[in-house]
Protein backbone atom coordinates (compact mmCIF):
# COMPACT_ATOMS: atom_id res chain seq x y z
CA UNK A 1 0.00 0.00 0.00
CA UNK A 2 1.31 3.58 -0.78
CA UNK A 3 2.29 5.73 2.52
CA UNK A 4 0.87 9.51 1.77
CA UNK A 5 1.87 12.77 3.00
CA UNK A 6 0.46 15.81 3.42
CA UNK A 7 -0.25 18.19 0.54
CA UNK A 8 -0.40 14.54 -1.94
CA UNK A 9 -3.29 14.78 -4.23
CA UNK A 10 -5.52 12.07 -4.34
CA UNK A 11 -9.11 11.23 -5.50
CA UNK A 12 -11.22 8.29 -3.55
CA UNK A 13 -11.97 5.33 -5.23
CA UNK A 14 -13.51 2.88 -2.98
CA UNK A 15 -16.82 3.87 -2.83
CA UNK A 16 -16.78 2.86 1.33
CA UNK A 17 -19.01 5.90 1.65
CA UNK A 18 -21.59 6.07 -1.59
CA UNK A 19 -20.78 9.09 -3.74
CA UNK A 20 -21.51 12.41 -2.32
CA UNK A 21 -20.83 16.12 -2.21
CA UNK A 22 -18.29 15.16 0.65
CA UNK A 23 -17.07 12.23 -0.36
CA UNK A 24 -16.95 12.50 -4.23
CA UNK A 25 -16.38 8.91 -6.04
CA UNK A 26 -13.80 10.17 -9.33
CA UNK A 27 -16.13 10.00 -12.12
CA UNK A 28 -19.15 9.72 -10.07
CA UNK A 29 -22.22 12.15 -9.71
CA UNK A 30 -19.42 14.91 -8.98
CA UNK A 31 -17.14 14.31 -11.83
CA UNK A 32 -13.42 14.09 -11.41
CA UNK A 33 -12.42 15.74 -8.15
CA UNK A 34 -9.34 15.79 -6.44
CA UNK A 35 -8.15 16.62 -3.23
CA UNK A 36 -5.01 17.49 -0.76
CA UNK A 37 -4.13 15.52 2.00
CA UNK A 38 -3.98 18.35 4.82
CA UNK A 39 -3.26 16.29 8.04
CA UNK A 40 -2.92 12.23 9.22
CA UNK A 41 -3.05 11.17 12.19
CA UNK A 42 -1.27 7.50 12.19
CA UNK A 43 -1.97 6.61 15.64
CA UNK A 44 -3.41 2.76 15.54
CA UNK A 45 -6.47 3.32 17.06
CA UNK A 46 -7.52 5.68 14.02
CA UNK A 47 -8.34 3.62 10.92
CA UNK A 48 -9.76 6.82 8.97
CA UNK A 49 -6.86 9.35 9.85
CA UNK A 50 -5.98 10.93 5.98
CA UNK A 51 -7.94 14.11 5.95
CA UNK A 52 -8.52 15.51 2.68
CA UNK A 53 -9.85 18.67 1.58
CA UNK A 54 -11.56 18.51 -2.08
CA UNK A 55 -11.28 20.77 -4.36
CA UNK A 56 -15.40 21.46 -4.35
CA UNK A 57 -14.86 22.82 -0.79
CA UNK A 58 -15.61 19.65 1.10
CA UNK A 59 -13.49 17.93 3.72
CA UNK A 60 -13.69 14.15 5.19
CA UNK A 61 -11.00 11.55 6.41
CA UNK A 62 -10.12 8.00 4.76
CA UNK A 63 -8.18 5.17 5.41
CA UNK A 64 -5.51 5.03 2.72
CA UNK A 65 -7.55 1.95 1.10
CA UNK A 66 -10.22 4.41 -0.12
CA UNK A 67 -7.75 6.96 -2.05
CA UNK A 68 -5.49 6.73 -4.83
CA UNK A 69 -2.16 9.53 -5.59
CA UNK A 70 -3.16 11.47 -8.42
CA UNK A 71 0.23 13.78 -7.58
CA UNK A 72 2.72 14.08 -5.34
CA UNK A 73 4.15 17.69 -5.18
CA UNK A 74 8.29 18.05 -5.28
CA UNK A 75 9.96 18.01 -1.65
CA UNK A 76 13.09 20.37 -1.95
CA UNK A 77 15.88 19.50 -0.06
CA UNK A 78 17.89 22.18 2.04
CA UNK A 79 21.34 21.97 0.75
CA UNK A 80 23.30 24.29 3.17
CA UNK A 81 22.15 21.77 6.28
CA UNK A 82 22.90 18.86 4.00
CA UNK A 83 26.79 20.43 3.72
CA UNK A 84 26.60 21.59 7.37
CA UNK A 85 26.17 17.79 8.50
CA UNK A 86 28.97 16.68 6.25
CA UNK A 87 31.28 19.14 7.21
CA UNK A 88 30.61 18.58 11.37
CA UNK A 89 31.24 14.78 9.80
CA UNK A 90 34.15 15.26 8.06
CA UNK A 91 35.84 17.36 11.02
CA UNK A 92 35.09 14.44 13.40
CA UNK A 93 36.36 11.69 10.57
CA UNK A 94 39.72 13.97 9.84
CA UNK A 95 40.36 14.06 13.91
CA UNK A 96 40.86 9.46 14.27
Known amino acids: MIKFYINDIVKYTSGNYDDEENNPLWGGDYGEVSGKI ?12 IQVAWENGEENSYSAHDLELIHRPIRLVNTKKLN ?13
Open 38 to 49: ISIDNSDDNDAG
Open 84 to 96: EEYVKYDKISRKR
